[in-house]
Nanobody
Framework: QVQLVESGGGLVQAGGSLRLSCAGS????????MGWFRQAPGKEREFVTI????????YYTDSVKGRFTISRDNAKNTVYLQMNSLKPEDTAVYYC???????????????????WGQGTQVTVSS
C-alpha cells in the first residue's frame, strides 16, 4: 500500500482559494488512481474528485465542477487539489486516497480505495 500525507488546508474567506497537496510514498505511486474525499461536520465522508494514473482523465462531483481542479505530478509522487471560489459549504476535512482500480468517470465508493491520508482541515468563512 502507498502511504499518503495531505497538506495545504487552512482558513480562507468565501471566494478565496486553497491548494491541497497529497504526497505519496513508494515507487508504485504512478500506478494508482487517486481521489479526494471530504467530510463535513456531522456528515458522512463524500467523494469529491478522481484522476487517472496518467493524469489525463478526471471526474468531479457536481458541487465542485468548475471550481476545483485535480492534478498530479508522478515524478514528485504528489496529487493536488486546487480549490477556487470556495464556499462555506466546502468546509470539511479533505482526504486523499489511492485506488488500484482503473479510472471510471463516476463517483467512486470509499471501498474502492485501499490507502488513505490522515486528512487536512479546510474552513471557509462567510
Amino acid at each position: 500500500q502507498v502511504q499518503l500525507v495531505e497538506s495545504g488546508g487552512g482558513l480562507v474567506q468565501a471566494g478565496g482559494s486553497l491548494r491541497l497537496s497529497c504526497a505519496g510514498s513508494g515507487r508504485t505511486f504512478s500506478s494508482y488512481t487517486m481521489g479526494w474525499f471530504r467530510q463535513a461536520p456531522g456528515k458522512e465522508r463524500e467523494f469529491v474528485t478522481i484522476i487517472s494514473w496518467s493524469g489525463d482523465r478526471t471526474y468531479y462531483t457536481d458541487s465542485v465542477k468548475g471550481r476545483f481542479t485535480i492534478s498530479r505530478d508522478n515524478a514528485k509522487n504528489t496529487v493536488y487539489l486546487q480549490m477556487n471560489s470556495l464556499k462555506p459549504e466546502d468546509t470539511a476535512v479533505y482526504y486523499c486516497a489511492a485506488s488500484r482500480f482503473g479510472f471510471v468517470a463516476t463517483p467512486r465508493p470509499e471501498r474502492d480505495f485501499g490507502s488513505w491520508g490522515q486528512g487536512t482541515q479546510v474552513t471557509v468563512s462567510s
